[in-house]
């Protein structure tokens, strides 16, 4: 993949994957863009290669996820040497984080909604369902991009769904995954 | 209403969350320049570690080797402790020497008349004595007898 190739693949799913790095940082938009940034330095970089085995979309949802739990652990750490418990306590890793009042200002009554209930999801099934529906990926690549079983997967899938039915019942989800 | 509605009002729902968000995505441009100018640093600081690294790891192997090489044979070694040893020998010997030493040195005096080497009896273990305890010691009247 040329530079000139690498370029054009992320713009076209730049927007997509700032959603999914706003997702692992708790919809903490300052965090998220910085995600993004360290995401797009380590493609340019070359320490993120796509080696072409999955789609391109999946493979920068991966590198955002890992770049995004680096970036937890190091603050965790920093958070532990210089003894800070509010720190420690911000960098610590999270399940059911609520989107910040500012970025729910910024969404529609309807999207605010939707991002509070994932917000209130395992953090598991937030990501498959974040990547499924939100990312417009197989239940396969979500799977992969997760780093966990095909049928483990599944189970997230149709859990989260069930969850979701629950807490949103006016969109009460129900089906088969697009796989 | 089909089945498939509440999955479609679903993906509807998420599609307009990503166009909440999308409308605030960031374009590309600032990000790879950006990336560039954070990319700048470390590559001067990759350079300086290609030749930093080699550099320190040549000292380190002259070190070693200097080590090495000041250190004694191993055959030098040994032959210098045999030629102290030597050298420690009659020293040490010299001070177990105690003022009794000159007494072995001169003759035995001789038996009294009527007695021979012969008269002393070798001694032998009795089986009434305790362990380790010759039988002259346990009856030593017996021994000039004759």
Known sequence: MTRAELEDALASVLAVSRGWALAQTRWNAAEADDVLQATVLKLIDGRARFDGRSSFRSFVFGVIRQTARERRRREWVRGLI???????AEAAPRGGDAPSPEARLALSRESARLAAALAQLPERQREILHLVFYGELTIEEAARVAGVALG??????ARGKQRLRALLPDLAPEGGAHD | MTERDPERRLR???ARLRADEAARAPTLAPLLERARELAAPQRASAAWLRVALPLAGAAAASLAWWILASAPAP???????RALRAE????ALGSLRSPTDGLLASP?????????QSLI?????????PRGEHSSQAAPARRFSA
Not at chain 1, 83 to 88: E, F, G, K, Q, V
Not at chain 2, 88 to 91: A, Q, S, T
């Open chain 2, 12 to 14: 509807d729902a998420f």
């Open chain 1, 152 to 157: 483990t997967a599944r189970t997230h899938y």
């Open chain 2, 121 to 129: 009896p070798a001694p032998r273990v009795s089986p009434t004595a």
């Open chain 2, 108 to 116: 035995l005096p001789a038996l009294p008349s009527g007695f021979s």
């Open chain 1, 82 to 88: 210089l003894s800070r418990p509010a720190a420690r």
């Open chain 2, 75 to 81: 055959d030098a070694a040994r032959s210098r402790a």
């Open chain 2, 88 to 91: 420690l020998r009659p020293i």
